[in-house]
């Protein structure tokens, strides 16, 4: 569930940069930025995210009616590209993704 979501944004001569965006998460936040150039061909794109301490059981329960993890999420995303077809994002796709799950439970299993 998304809360206090704040978004500020740009749009000129084919260039849209989302200056910041940010949101609660699941007692975690989100924060992104985001540019994509349309003047070239083919376009290009850069995208920043980061979630932070985003609690995974009732995420998982809300998404997929799931409780069988819990624990803490964190992904941080820095990625950049060109082209906006599905084949061209594919192969142009480059960056770093992080994922970091903390405090982490499967319920039902006794180790």
Known sequence: KMEAVK??????????????????LYQGTISATARLDAR???????????IKG?????????VANNDKLEGT??????VQGSSLTPTGIKQNLAGTVVINFADGAVNGINV
């Open 7 to 24: 978004a500020s944004f740009t749009v000129n001569r084919g260039v849209f940069d989302l200056t910041s965006f940010s949101s609660k």
């Open 40 to 50: 070239k061909t083919p376009a290009t794109y850069s995208v920043k995210k980061s």
């Open 54 to 62: 985003v609690k995974v059981q009732p995420l998982l329960i809300d």
């Open 73 to 78: 999420g964190n992904i941080d995303v820095n």
